[in-house]
């Protein structure tokens, strides 16, 4: 078998590719670097470039399934100007590849797309599963009903179109962990507003399989990619500086401060989304970090 992944240097990818390997699967990526480009008999690179609709078509050949995670990071500042790559690095891409796909007829089977719990509105006291039809009014939950939107497209190819809604995702050197763990580090940490908001999270290397087990068992439609016990932010940090062993002695850090300091960002601290991983589950998916302490205790 052989999938084409698309963002698989980034931190979801590096570990979706080692997964594939260690599964026999052949892995096609593309690539914005040429000098990333790698011709190795299970792990070839193709050149792309989004922005000039540029594309070496030749990535789709021979490939069943794609597994699509490109797109800026949310983590930086939201200037009007960055708004707009964040949104068309995620809807222009899968239209890019739509188009290739069709012009030099290939079949792909099936997509698996990478897409967020930021679609849900923030709630602390619902639980969203993936019938929720409700979409959030932030600038996240636009992007994500646009993304999805797009990434639907692949089904008027004749491909099966499969969506992954992440969580938080914790992983050793890189995404939201070392950044949330520095300041307790420097026994400055602290929960934000109320601390009751809900974070559904998933250890990186959960999430890099249930992106191949969604290929292998052939999924289509919605699934929820959290860990199965989401928790508050005041749990969340409480856990963090439990297993590194530092002291929370600041109060919490009121809304307004960090609206000061990351401008409309701040939701990202804010926002509550407690989700639901039962759909996951009840296909036979089975989690190795169910439960926050041993996800904190094997990445810390």
């Known amino acids: 078998m052989t999938v084409l992944i698309t963002g698989a240097t980034g931190l979801i990818g590096q570990e979706i590719v080692r997964q594939c390997h260690a599964s026999g699967i052949n892995v096609h990526y593309l690539t914005t670097s040429k000098s990333k480009l790698s011709k190795e008999s299970n792990y070839k690179g193709f050149y792309w470039n989004p922005k000039n609709n540029e594309i070496n078509h030749l990535c789709f050949q021979g490939v069943d399934a794609i597994i699509n995670l490109v797109g800026a990071s949310i983590s930086k500042r939201w200037t009007d100007s960055y708004k707009t790559e964040i949104l068309e690095s995620r809807t222009k891409t899968a239209q890019l590849l739509q188009n290739t796909i069709k012009l030099h007829n290939y079949t792909i089977k099936q997509v698996v797309s990478a897409s967020a719990i930021g679609i849900y509105p923030t709630s602390l006291v619902h639980y969203y599963e993936e019938t929720n039809t409700e979409i959030s009014e932030t600038f996240l939950g636009k992007i994500v009903h646009q993304w999805e939107a797009a990434v639907d497209g692949f089904e008027s190819l004749g491909s099966k179109v499969a969506k992954i809604r992440i969580g938080l995702v914790l992983a050793k050197d890189g995404g939201a962990l070392p950044e949330i763990t520095k300041p307790i580090k420097f026994g400055a940490g602290a929960a934000f507003g109320s601390g009751k908001q809900w974070q559904s999270w998933i250890h990186v290397e959960d999430l890099a399989a249930l992106f191949v087990f969604a290929v292998q068992q052939n999924f289509e439609g919605i699934y929820n990619g959290v860990a199965p016990n989401p928790v508050s932010n005041k749990e969340f940090t ?43 589950e009840a296909e036979g998916f089975d989690f190795n970090f169910p439960n926050l302490k041993p996800a904190l205790e094997d990445l810390l």
Do not use: Y
Not at 239 to 262: Q, W, Y
């Open 238 to 280: 409480k856990a963090a500086a439990r297993v590194m062993e530092c002291p929370l002695i600041l109060p919490n850090i009121p809304k307004f401060v960090m609206k000061t300091i990351l401008g409309e960002m701040h939701i990202l601290l804010f926002e509550s989304q407690r989700v639901s991983s039962q759909k996951i």
